[in-house]
């Protein structure tokens, strides 16, 4: 009977390090690929010449809707970005929203941001957050990819 001891103590040590170093690595790397895409959202969102009034949708009982005052660059003020948490897993799935404040807020917030996005019955669409992920993505997968690696040579 032949029999051979392999001990693989050592290997499985160095496999734990490489999953140590991804895992801190890939939150800190999928935030700069989504900053990314966001400071393009930012670049490509309209901006009016001039300050302007919205007009909410009239109310239930037929009253007129609220008149709302917005300063020339609203919208661009309005665009954030926010770890998910609800949507991530640490060191496994990390995920960034980036989209426009619709609720009042002291950091910028426009009720309107959907219709310039998607446009109305009236108005066309110009879009400005989708066009910002397509003209970045591969950018950003590869600068994860960068990073992870980066991470894994050092572990």
């Known amino acids: 009977m032949l029999s051979i001891k392999c001990d693989f103590s050592a290997a499985f040590r160095q496999l734990e390090n490489i999953e140590n170093a991804v895992q801190e690595a890939l939150r800190p790397a999928v935030y700069r690929a989504a900053r990314m895409v966001y400071l393009e959202a930012q670049s490509r969102a309209p901006v009016s010449e001039q300050g302007h009034w919205f007009y909410s949708k ?15 660059g609203s919208l661009k003020k309005s665009i954030y970005i926010k770890h998910a948490d609800d949507k991530s897993m640490q060191g496994q799935r990390e995920t960034y929203v980036i989209s426009w404040r619709k609720n009042s807020s002291a950091l910028g917030y426009v009720p309107y941001a959907h219709m310039v996005e998607y446009g109305t019955v009236r108005v066309p669409p110009n879009p400005f957050v989708r066009p910002a992920y397509d003209a970045k993505k591969a950018q950003a997968e590869q600068l994860i990819i960068d990073t992870i690696k980066r991470a894994v040579a050092q572990a």
Not at 59 to 69: E, H, I, L, M, V
């Open 58 to 72: 009239r109310k239930k009982d037929g009253s007129a809707g609220q008149k709302y005052w917005f300063e020339s």
